[in-house]
């Protein structure tokens, strides 16, 4: 895996998902692994079996964690300000590794309304399964991996995420919204800024609606939601472009114009990359989707 040069020791999600939308591997470590945190991703490990433990860092009491059969661990983005969630694995350990765009994660979380703690734990979110979970948690990882070796799509990562929560004891909890705690101003500024108008604005226009500092909508950002508030504006546009091309048939110029995009070809790139189709091919699937196929 490449590191950052931007930040050392960090690394990023396409330096080797290589533009799909999640990454999985069954690892067989039996030394040590190179200490790290993750820039742009989240990381999802099940451990099957091994006697090996994981180094939260110097930011962490008891930094020192022991890993087991049926451990499954979260490891979210990388938080500079306190070191929470760096880690390195030491052996002899076997374990599933499942990764994905901590964007995409975070979408989905609070659609699904999973807990917060996933948010805002001092420590990675950490389960351990009885045997009979482990055996369902492997088999759900299993096929996320042969899933990934075929060529994934985005439905794959969320199938993943679907099977392996009600293992975790984190079925969807009733209702939608902020992760909690959030306070009310910074929850008031998101949910407005799913409006065009204030989308087209950007973060300034965030700024404005939180009317707060920047360093302090920054520091609150990361704390309630796990994302800087470039990245929550750019997934906010995202996925209002993608509503307007499956419920409307404005153009593609007129969807980027009405989203906050810079250009219909700099739409264009950030939707392929997010998609993995241009917009108008996605346009098409989903029309195609839910047309009836007719009988033979």
Known sequence: MVISRSRPGLERFEAHALGRPYHA?????????????????????VVLDGDGSQDLGPGVADRVQSLRAGDVIFLRTFDPQTGRDQHAISGPVRFYNIAFPAGRWRSFAELAGVGPDWYTAERPPHRRLPESGLAAAESVCAAALERFRAGPRP?????????????????????????????????????AMRRETNLRGGVPRLLELARVSPAHLARSMRRYYDTTATAYVSDLRLEQAATLLTTTMRPVAEIADACGFASPAYFTRRFQAAHGMAPRDFRRAAQHAFVPRRGG
């Open 155 to 191: 439905l794959d990562l969320i199938r993943f995420w679907t099977d392996l929560i009600p293992l975790l004891g984190l079925d969807p909890a009733p209702g939608t919204g902020p992760p909690s705690g959030t306070p009310d101003w910074l929850a008031d500024a998101c949910a």
């Open 25 to 45: 591997a069954l690892v067989d470590l039996r030394g040590r692994s190179d200490p790290h945190g993750h820039q742009d991703y989240c990381e999802v490990m």
